[in-house]
Every structure is written in C-alpha cells, then in structure tokens.
C-alpha cells in the first residue's frame, strides 16, 4: 500500500465513521436501518484493514454481505451510495447472465473485467480533473495560434489529377475548400485576441485545428467472456503498430476548446500510473453487486436451463474466495473486493446456495417491504425525492408544482394500493404513479406557463381513478 494511500485511508477514517455512513445513506434511502449499518460496518472494517501492519493486513478478508428483501426496496441503491460515497469502483452485474463453464454465455471473469474497466475510468477522470487547468491553457495557446494563422497563410492547393485525388481518399483527407478571400488577422495584438478568447467572445468564430485520429478499424470479436477478452488486446496491440493521423478540422472555437482540452489532457496524465492506481483500488476498494442471487439458488437436478444454476454457484466461488483474474491491464486479485449479493429469495431461500458459497457470504440482512408510510418519506425526505424532480423540471418552463400534504398522502396510498393488487414493485411504483399523475401538466406545460398548479388528494384522486378501478390498466402501467 502506498504512502498516499494510507494517508487518504486516515482521513476517510477520521471522517467516515459507521454512524456517519448511515446518515449519508439517510440522505437519499428510506428506512432499512439494519441493512445500513451492516455496509457501515463492512466499509468501516475495510478502512481499518489498510491501516493494519503487513504481517495481518493480507489475514484479513471482507464479510461479503447477502441482501434478502423484495424487488424495490433499496438493494441496488444502497451499494450505488456506499461506492460514491468512498469513490470505489463498482459494478453492478445479474446472476443469470454468466452460465456454467461450457455453456454459452459470459463466464464469471467477466464482472472482474468489467469492475477493472469501472477503476479505469474513475483514475483516469480523476488525473484530468487534475491536470485540467494546465491543458485548458495549452489548449487556449494552440487556439489562439490558430486565430493568428488565420488569414495568414495560402489556401489549400486543390486537387488537379486522379493520382493527387487517390492520395487524399487514402490518407482520409477531406475535400479541399474553394479558395476565399484571405481573412486580416485580429486587431491588438496576441494578448487583447486572449483576453476576448478568455471572455468567450470568440467561441463562435471558426477556426481550424488539427485532430488527431486512429487510422486502425476495430472490428467485433464474437464468442465467449474469454474470445471477448483477447479480443480486446488483439486490438489495442495491433492499434499502437497504426501511427495516429491528424487531420485538419473547421470548428467553432467553443468546440475546439473541447477537443483539444481532451487532447492535452491525454498528453500530461500517464496511462501506466493511471493503470497501476486503478488495479490497487479495485483489488483494495472494489465492490462488485451480484443481483438476482436467488435465480441461481436452487440446487435440485432439472432439465432445462435450470441444469448449469449449481454450475454458475461454483464458477463464482473461486471469484468470491479470492482468486487471480487476467484482465487486458494485468492480473488483478480478488481476495479483498467486497462482493454485495442480493435477491428477493421467493421461491428459494438462501440456504439452498451450496453450503461453501453460502459461508462466502456471513452477514445477511433482511430488507422490509414498503408500505403507504414508506412511500410518503421516499416522496418527501430525500435529497432527490420524486416531488423535488418534478418540480425543479417543470419549474424550467415556467410551471410552478406545489403538492399539499393530503396529495402527498394520497400518492402513496394509490402506489400502495396498486402494489397489492397488482404485482409489488415497491418504490419503482412510484415512478409510473407519479409519470401518470403529471402526464397532462407535463404534456401542457410549455403552453399554460407561467402558471402554478397545486396538487391536491382530490386532483390525485380525478387522475389516478381509472387506475384504481381498473386492475387490467393498472397493469399496464407495471
């Protein structure tokens, strides 16, 4: 573990206490106060881990952790907000998507590949975010070359022979331009053309850039997880042997801004650091969610495609117990990711999971269902509450939503009646109440704005009556 790592992991320590997490999560999940505190524990245990000295550190694994409970009640949600709340990789993946080894479909390598590619992306933004001022001014430097250059130089000869025309297809060239009147440079000189550029007086002048661009066509690679994998390096091996081509680009000076600040900031971050910090945080930091755990649960012998169920459960134990898994950027180990299973376990229950995969996941919670109080502290109390985001979203046109306690009340009593007449979604119901709910506002509001309009219990009731009285519709709105 580096020097930078640890100090980072102190002060997360000092800031992330377990009671801490749980009011973070407080802030955008309702209730499930005991599967809150169980991911507290798991990431506070964590954070003590890389702290330990060598000669234990590598002793100590992860509690995985099983989430038992309905679809809709916070499963996903609560790992999505335990990862952004740590910046830890994660990655989401279902169950029975990766079949028995023989089988067609993705093997179970795969969601260590695809938590890798998450790692990726995450250091990568991060060492832009970084370097970002330092190539929005090279980037500023070249565009004011540019504007300079304007005007200044010979236009393009055109194309006068089959041989000159031949040439420019295979080089990609793009038709040249007729020859126009030569533009004067701007007036007052490099420092006054920075200062409007800097204004973004300029941005919607042309100019032209160069662009840099790969010549090497991808092509796609079909067959299993692993054919998918060599795939990928067949590909980036055989690209670096293409020298990348620059082309000339007439572009608005707002959208070169764009471009070539990405092209300078590809330039000042390393690829080889970016790779090595990100496989240390994912073997240290990643969290990989299993969903769907119960679909792959039962162990009696069937024909059909319930034959490989067994077969998957023991392709996901050596990931889960710790192993070594090949990725395009190196070897990346899995003894000390933190694996979040989870699963409504209807039909089956978890001790129907073979007994060496069931001990690969000690902490199990429970979930509860959402009821009509649930849905009412979901609508209101979070930070991005349903109500918060059709307001401020109608509020751009000019349309102002005031919703009354009563009509709050009342929403969550039709999402809860629905819910048990109909199939339980639990706070996904909320969604397709509230879509139906503001369909004519919604629909309306660039024509009625400005205006207000005050959702009561009554107006709930006039909108959402033929779904209430109508299973059959009510189907059909999930």
Do not use: C, W
């Not at 092509?219 to 998918?228: D, L, N, R, S």
């Not at 996941?361 to 991005?384: M, Y």
């Not at 706070?427 to 369909?439: F, G, N, S, V």
């Amino acid at each position: 573990m580096t020097t930078r790592t640890h100090l980072s992991t102190t002060k997360q320590l000092e800031e992330l206490t377990p009671r801490r997490i749980v009011e973070e999560l407080d802030r955008y999940i309702v209730g499930q106060a005991a599967a809150k505190k169980s991911v507290a524990i798991a990431l506070r245990n964590r954070m003590r881990r890389q702290l330990l000295g060598e000669d234990i550190r590598d002793e100590v694994i992860p509690k995985n952790i099983l989430l038992i409970g309905p679809t809709g009640v916070g499963k996903t949600e609560i790992a999505r907000r335990l990862a952004r709340l740590v910046r830890a990789p994660l990655v989401k993946v279902e169950a029975t998507k990766f079949t028995e080894v023989g089988y067609v479909g993705r093997d179970v390598d795969a969601m260590v590949r695809d938590l890798m590619e998450a790692a990726i992306r995450m250091v990568r933004s991060e060492k832009v975010q970084a370097v970002r001022e330092q190539a929005e001014r090279r980037a500023a430097e070249r565009i004011l070359d540019s504007l300079q250059r304007r005007g200044s130089a010979r236009p393009p000869s055109r194309l006068h022979s089959v041989g000159e025309a031949m040439a420019a297809l295979l080089q990609q060239r793009p038709p040249e331009p007729e020859p126009e009147e030569e533009e004067q440079p701007e007036e007052g000189g490099r420092a006054e053309l920075k200062q409007r550029l800097l204004a973004g007086e300029l941005d919607r002048e042309m100019v032209q850039i160069e662009v840099e661009e790969s010549r090497f066509l991808t092509f796609p690679i079909f067959g299993a997880g692993g054919m998918e994998e060599l795939g990928m390096n067949l590909q980036d091996m055989l690209g670096g042997m293409f020298p990348k081509q620059r082309r000339r680009r007439s572009v608005t000076v707002a959208e070169a801004r764009r471009i070539l600040v990405d092209q300078e900031a590809e330039r000042l971050i390393d690829m080889q650091q970016v790779t090595g910090e990100a496989i240390e945080r994912a073997e240290q930091s990643g969290i990989i969610f299993i969903d769907e755990m119960d679909k792959i649960a039962g162990r009696e012998r069937t024909v059909g495609p319930d034959v490989s169920r067994e077969g998957v459960q023991r392709d996901l134990l050596p990931i889960v117990e710790g192993s070594t898994v090949m990725t395009k950027y190196g070897p990346v180990q899995t003894n000390h990711m933190l694996f979040i299973a989870a699963g409504a376990f209807h039909a089956t229950k978890p001790s129907d999971m073979i007994p060496e995969l069931q001990g690969r996941f000690p902490l199990r919670v429970e979930l509860e269902a959402l009821g009509e109080a649930e849905f009412v502290r979901i609508l209101t109390e979070p930070q991005n509450s349903l109500i918060r985001q059709y307001t401020a979203l109608l509020e751009t046109e000019g349309v102002k939503l005031e919703f009354t306690q009563e009509g709050i009340a009342e929403i969550a009593r039709i999402a809860a009646q629905v819910n048990e007449q109909t199939e339980n979604i639990g706070a996904r119901r909320l969604h397709t109440i509230m879509e139906r709910l503001l369909e004519e506002v919604s629909f309306e509001a660039s024509d009625m704005a400005p205006a207000s309009v005050t959702i009561t219990a009554q107006y709930v009731r006039d909108r959402l009556a033929d779904v209430v009285k109508n299973l059959d519709l009510a189907r059909y709105i999930l």
